[in-house]
């Protein structure tokens, strides 16, 4: 039987006094690749938060890998990328290899130099998001979607078990958000990596994800990606807030 890896239990979360969440819960198995949508505002990056540890919730439990957050130790099994970084934009003088060792900093201790082996872990790490032509380039000189290809190389280095990422396709244009979501599936059917990716929008990764969440507030649906395409638009403009429609795509796999 699949092992839970996520389990947010009636979880609320109030920002002085504003409520975000309600009771709301989260299930995500091992090797399972979630989408977790909803509109701008309805929480997503505060329920990410509260997964991380980065913030406590009101009431409502949550549990990672079996163990209460509080007692959680193993957090090299959760790998994180968050939305692109203009960061490496401004010329940063890092190789892309570079950039994907960093990640092994926690491993290795900062200021201890990196072994062969470390890095073999970065090439293959490269090898996995199929970038490994790129690593000696500078980081700045990559399309965004390129460099979202590297911070995800950078985030696999630790070999985790769970990927979480927020909103990784914002500032990518939509030819290689394709391709991108495409290596992402990639990376969780042939490497068995959970993925829980936290997104507003609608159609393309819930096309290619096992299951989705839909967030508002609270959960307004949870359940495998086939259930989720036969809802009705109305059924998810009623808890989008305003009139959404989907695009169908003709397959549920997107060309690489
Ligand atoms: P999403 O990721 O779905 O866009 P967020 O979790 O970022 O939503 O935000 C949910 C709501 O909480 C928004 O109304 C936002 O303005 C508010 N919010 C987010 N962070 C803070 C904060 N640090 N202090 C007060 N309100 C916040």
Same mark, same amino acid.
Request: glycine letters at 8%; charged letters at 25%; aromatic letters at 8%.
């Given at each position: 039987?699949? $092992? +839970? ?8 979360? +109030? /920002? ?12 995500? $198995?091992?090797?399972?690749?979630? %989408? #977790? ?5 309805? @929480?997503?990056?505060? #329920? ?12 409502? +439990?949550?549990?990672?890998? @079996? ?5 959680? $130790? ?27 060792? !960093?990640?092994? *900093? ?9 072994? $062969?082996?470390?890095?073999?872990? %970065?090439?293959?790490? #490269? ?22 290809? =590297? ?25 290689? =958000?394709? !391709? ?13 990596? %959970? ?22 507030? +609270?959960?307004?649906?949870?359940? =495998?990606?086939?259930? /989720? ?22 397959? *549920?796999?997107?060309?690489?």
């Amino acid at each position: 039987m699949k $092992k +839970t890896i996520i389990e947010c239990q009636n979880v609320s979360f +109030t /920002y002085e006094h504003s409520t975000v969440l309600e009771h709301t819960s989260l299930e995500v $198995k091992e090797g399972e690749f979630w %989408a #977790l949508i909803g509109p701008n505002g309805s @929480g997503k990056s505060t #329920l990410l938060k509260i997964i991380l540890g980065l913030l406590k919730p009101d009431t409502g +439990t949550v549990k990672l890998f @079996g163990q209460n957050i509080e007692s959680f $130790k193993q957090r090299e099994r959760i790998g994180f990328v968050s939305q692109k970084s203009n960061a490496f934009n401004l010329g940063f003088p890092a190789t892309v290899l570079e950039v994907v060792k !960093s990640g092994l *900093t926690r491993k290795v201790g900062l200021f201890k130099p990196f072994s $062969k082996q470390d890095e073999e872990t %970065a090439m293959n790490a #490269l090898r996995i998001v199929k970038m490994e032509q790129f690593a000696r380039k500078n980081i700045g000189e990559l399309s965004g979607g390129q460099q979202q290809r =590297v911070f995800i190389a950078r985030a696999l280095v630790g070999k985790p078990d769970l990927l979480i990422m927020d909103e990784p396709t914002v500032g990518i244009d939509q030819q290689n =958000v394709t !391709s991108f979501y495409t290596m992402l599936k990639g990376l969780n059917r042939e490497h068995g990596i %959970a993925i829980l990716l936290v997104t507003h929008e609608i159609d393309l990764v819930t096309d290619l994800a096992s299951h989705v969440a839909c967030l508002n507030r +609270t959960i307004h649906f949870h359940g =495998v990606q086939s259930e /989720y395409k036969k809802m009705d638009d109305a059924d998810i403009s009623s808890w989008y807030g305003h009139p959404v429609r989907r695009i169908h795509h003709s397959s *549920t796999e997107v060309e690489e």
